[in-house]
Structures are given as C-alpha cells and as structure tokens.
C-alpha cells in the first residue's frame, strides 16, 4: 500500500521543511499536512509560500489537507468561538467558520493535493437534524470552493452522533452530496467497532487515519510501539488490504516524550503493518 504520515505527528511545532526533510528522510513518500494553526498557519502567506516552494522541488508530495478544527494557536482554548464546526445552527457564525476553512483550503493553491479530510461536527456532538441542514448548507459551499481549486472534500468518521459510518451513508442520501470518505481506524474502534464502520463506509473511502488506542480514549497510539493500544491489526490489515489501491495507508499518530524519534517510530509502524501475513485469522499478534 502506498504510505502517507500526517504531520500530526509534529502538530505542537511550526511546520516547516526540517520536518519535511526528515520525513522523506525516513523513507515515508508523501504527507497529510494538519492545519492547526500553532504548525500550518493558514493564513500566514510567507509559511505556506515557504512550503510552497520547497514542495514544488521536492520528491515528497502532498496527499491531503487535513482541515481545521480551531480557528486559534491554541486547539480552541482562546475562546468557546475559536471552534469550527459545519453545524452550527447560528448562520452569520457558520458563515465564518466556512469563512476560516477556505482559508485553509487557499493552501492548495500553493501546494496542490488531492484531498481536504473534514470533519461533521465536534467530538461527542448529539444528533439534531437541524444541524444537519447547517452542515449541507456549509458543505454544499465548501465542496464547490474546494472542488474549483482541484481538490475533493473527504468525510471522517469521528465519535459523535453525526459521524458514525450510518449517519454517514444518511447524510449524502438525505442530500444527494458525493463526498467521499476518510476511514479513521482509531475512532471506528471507539465507536460501533472497525469490522462494522469499515462494512458500511468502504466503498467511498479514498483514504485512512491509522492509529492505536484503548477502545476509549481518542489517544492516537502508535500500533505496536504502546502498551495501552488494543486494535487487533492483523485483521485491520486484512479488512484494508481489500481495496488497497482505493486509498493509501496513512498513519495519524501523536507526540509522546516515550517516543522520542517520532518519525522513525512511524516508518517502523508502516514496516510492521505491512509486514503483518496476508492471511491471518485468528492469532492475536499486534
């Protein structure tokens, strides 16, 4: 499978082309840039031309944006406003909010990808249909944005009412959108489980997030390396590797002080993932 990290894997430091040489570096050919302002300032010009320039001379190629979640440097603790989400109710602040994520699309521009993964509300959001509406509302004007600047929005499954694999499904046949679909395997885990997200989602999923966890907690573990991860990886390999030309493996970690050489820890996940046998159905090996 074609291997892709996202940087969020160095979120908490500006991005910037040391982390992308040493990406490279490692051996892993392409990225997932997570726009969260304290690593890819959006709206700084100078920071994406930087990038902008170096990419385009580079052997390390852009898959997708990931979009953001907070408009502050500070994962939303400046404010209860600084959050971003498609369904809010309120239509001025909803405005900005779409507002803020064409921002983040804008570096496509400069750093052409294929992909921007979005998010359907926030963690642990209760369903209401009427932020349903909001949230075609605001897609509907995003896919168009995003779609005249070459790229396609993904969905992600995430832990709340609005995001399991069946709402999912709902919500592009309630509104008929072609959205296609980032399969997270750590939030599946946490939610109906990923042998069952994966049977509902897999026909639209055009790429991954790969992570480890508990079953509880959103911790974005590394497979193998933590002694809290619980998702049994050889079947998750075998459920992947059915339509692996449809998606790449793209690993989604985060920072420990335990692992102090992060990125050459996520090449030697992408080692043994791959490694894993083709066929194996019952060891509990991770």
């Known amino acids: 499978m074609d291997h892709v990290l996202s940087t969020h894997i160095c979120v908490q430091h500006r991005l910037n082309t040391v982390w992308l040489d040493r990406i490279w570096d490692a051996g892993i050919p392409a990225v997932e840039i997570f726009c969260a302002r304290q690593h890819l300032d959006y709206r700084n010009k100078a920071q994406v031309n930087e990038l902008g320039h170096w990419f385009r001379d580079a052997q390390l190629k852009l898959h997708a944006l990931h979009m953001p979640m907070y408009s502050d440097e500070q994962w ?43 998010h359907l509300g926030v963690g642990g959001e209760e369903f ?23 790229v396609e929005i993904l969905l992600e499954n995430i832990p709340n009412a609005f995001s399991s694999g069946e709402r999912l499904m709902g919500f592009l046949e309630m509104t008929h959108l072609k959205n296609g679909f980032c399969f997270d395997t750590g939030h599946a885990h946490i939610m109906a489980g990923i042998e069952n997200e994966w049977d509902i989602m897999k026909e639209r999923v055009k790429s991954t997030h790969v992570h480890d966890n508990d079953g509880k907690n959103d911790n974005h573990r590394y497979p193998f390396l933590g002694s809290d991860g619980s998702v049994k990886w050889p079947k998750v390999m075998k459920l992947l590797r059915e339509r692996q030309d449809q998606y790449p493996l793209l690993l989604e970690l985060r920072e420990v002080p335990e692992i102090p050489k992060a990125i050459e820890a996520a090449a030697e996940v992408f080692r043994r993932l791959e490694d894993l046998p083709e066929f194996e159905e019952d060891r509990e090996r991770r």
């Open 76 to 118: 939303g603790k400046s404010s209860p406003n600084a959050v971003l989400t498609l369904t809010e109710l309120n239509k001025p602040k909803r405005l900005e909010m779409v507002d803020e994520i064409k921002r983040a699309l804008e570096v496509a521009e400069v750093i052409p990808c294929t992909f921007a993964v979005q």
């Open 128 to 150: 209401d249909l009427n932020k349903w509406d909001a949230a075609f509302t605001a897609l509907e004007e995003l896919n168009l944005f995003a779609k005249h600047r070459g």
